[in-house]
Nanobody
Framework: QVQLVESGGGSVQAGGSLRLSCSASGGTFVWYTLGWFRQAPGKEREFVAVINSNAITYYEDSVKGRFTISRDNAKNTVYLQMNSLKPEDTAVYYC?????????????????WGQGTQVTVSS
């Protein structure tokens, strides 16, 4: 099972940018579909973006045009570039992985998770 470690979170003002990174170890990275989820206080964990082993991407509607997911198979790393951040983007962001190319957008479809990184956007 792959192990995931997120980094890059922090505090920014509305309109700012952050890039999250998620480094993977212990698995065959190129085979994995990788997702980003987030969880705000008192809310359920929700889907943000996904990229499969063929580099096909899909986004949650509220982040389309602002967030970009990408992967570097040589570095075993997946990224989430977040631009034009809004206060409602404030949450703990989690990286997740599942084996195979099938796109997935719900929590139960992923079997490996990172520990999360906090993103705080102030108005």
């Amino acid at each position: 099972q792959v192990q995931l470690v997120e980094s890059g979170g922090g505090s920014v003002q509305a309109g700012g940018s952050l890039r999250l990174s998620c480094s993977a170890s212990g698995g065959t990275f190129v085979w994995y579909t990788l997702g980003w989820f987030r969880q705000a206080p008192g809310k359920e964990r929700e889907f943000v973006a996904v990229i499969n082993s063929n580099a096909i991407t899909y986004y949650e509607d509220s982040v389309k045009g602002r967030f970009t997911i990408s992967r570097d198979n040589a570095k075993n790393t997946v990224y989430l570039q977040m631009n034009s951040l809004k206060p409602e983007d404030t949450a703990v962001y989690y990286c997740a992985a599942r084996s195979g190319p099938r796109m997935a957008t719900i929590v139960p479809d992923f079997n490996s998770w990172g520990q999360g990184t906090q993103v705080t956007v102030s108005s």
